[in-house]
C-alpha cells in the first residue's frame, strides 16, 4: 500500500444505523472511522472480534456495556476488547467520534466498495 | 484486558519531540496518540515497522515523504504503511492530531510506563 492522504469531507459516508453515518480511512492492519451521530440516534448492541479504540470529539457518546452506561464528552475516549457486546447512544445534539478497529472491518470495507468510496 | 475509559486531560503527556507532545492511549492491537503541537514545532525524519494512520483536528500538520510535504487541514488524514520515513511540521498556530500505530508502539507505552501515564 502506498501512503493515503483524505479529506474526510470527499469520503462517502455508509450508515452505521439509522442516523449514525461513518467515513472510513483503511490501513492494512487497522482503520479509522469519523462518525457523526445525529441528535438522539442510537446504536443497537452487537458485538464484533475486532478491538475497538475511540474518541468523542463533540457532543456526547454513552457506551453501554453489561446494563452500564458510560457517557463520554469531548477528549474523552475508551478501549473495548473484541467480543464485548456494546450499545450506543448520543445526546440531543448529536456527536462525532472516531473509532479506530484493528484488524480491519472488512464488513464495513466490503460495504463501501459497494458504494463507491474511495477517499479524495 | 478489561474496557477502558480515560479523559485524555487526565493522561500523562510524554514528549515526542521539542514542542511535541503526546497523549496515549493503548489497546492489545493498536493505540491512539493525542498529540499537541506547539507553534512551529517539527518532528526530525524517522520511520519504524508499525502501520500510522492521522488525522488532524486543528491547525495545519505537513507530512513530509520523499522530499514531497503534504499538508493536512482539520478533518483530513493519512495512512502511512511501515518503515516509510517521514518528518513533520505544523503551521504557526500550532495543531493537534490524532495518531493511530498497528500494533502497539511498545516503545512509546515503556516511556509512559516510565512517567506513570496511566489514564484517569
Chains 1, 2 share one sequence.
Do not use: K, W
Not at 448492541?45 to 463520554?72: C, F, K, N, T, W
Not at 479506530?100 to 477517499?119: I, K, L
Amino acid at each position: 500500500m502506498d501512503p493515503q492522504f483524505v479529506r474526510f469531507d470527499n469520503v462517502t459516508a455508509f450508515t452505521l444505523a439509522e442516523g449514525v453515518e461513518g467515513r472510513p480511512l483503511f490501513g492494512d492492519r487497522a482503520m479509522l472511522n469519523l462518525i457523526d451521530f445525529s441528535a438522539g440516534a442510537t446504536v443497537p448492541a452487537h458485538s464484533h472480534p475486532h478491538e475497538q479504540i475511540g474518541i468523542v470529539l463533540r457532543g456526547m457518546q454513552a457506551l453501554v456495556i453489561d446494563g452500564v452506561s458510560h457517557e463520554l464528552g469531548p477528549m474523552e475516549g475508551y478501549v473495548l476488547p473484541g467480543n464485548v457486546e456494546h450499545s450506543a447512544y448520543c445526546g440531543p445534539e448529536g456527536a462525532t467520534v472516531i473509532d479506530v478497529f484493528s484488524p480491519v472491518r472488512e464488513d464495513y470495507r466490503e460495504r463501501c466498495e459497494g458504494s463507491g468510496s474511495t477517499g479524495e
